[in-house]
Nanobody
Framework: QVQLVDSGGGLVQAGDSLRLSCTTS????????MGWFRQAPGKERQFVAT????????NYADSVKGRFTISRDNAKNTVYLQMNSLKPEDTAVYYC?????????????????WGQGTQVTVSS
């Protein structure tokens, strides 16, 4: 059974940094593209970033481009989201996701596996 465990969220001030981690098990991690999504209260789940199977291709939502960096360590079956210059509008529950294909995707419907989510709160 495939499992994804998100961690690293917390309460920070605007301008601070956080690094989220997502550790996976139960599948061949290196074959899968991974993504990060977020959901704020009362809003739909939103794409944040995606990375292909070997880390050679990444894509970001315009709202986080230049501030967030997605990366992966296939030896550790882990994907990361480094978040810098955090803003109050980044406040949300962040979810990592895995898809059964090696290529990136913006669409949450193409991801088969999801973490439980980790709360990120940015105060002004």
């Amino acid at each position: 059974q495939v499992q994804l465990v998100d961690s690293g969220g917390g309460l920070v001030q605007a301008g601070d940094s956080l690094r989220l981690s997502c550790t996976t098990s139960g599948h061949i991690f290196s074959n899968y593209a991974m993504g990060w999504f977020r959901q704020a209260p009362g809003k739909e789940r939103q794409f944040v970033a995606t990375i292909n199977w070997n880390g050679g291709s990444t894509n970001y939502a315009d709202s986080v481009k230049g501030r967030f960096t997605i990366s992966r360590d296939n030896a550790k079956n882990t994907v990361y989201l480094q978040m810098n210059s955090l803003k109050p509008e980044d406040t949300a529950v962040y979810y990592c996701a895995g898809r059964k294909y090696p290529t990136t995707s913006y669409s949450s419907s193409t991801y088969s596996y999801w973490g439980q989510g980790t709360q990120v709160t940015v105060s002004s």
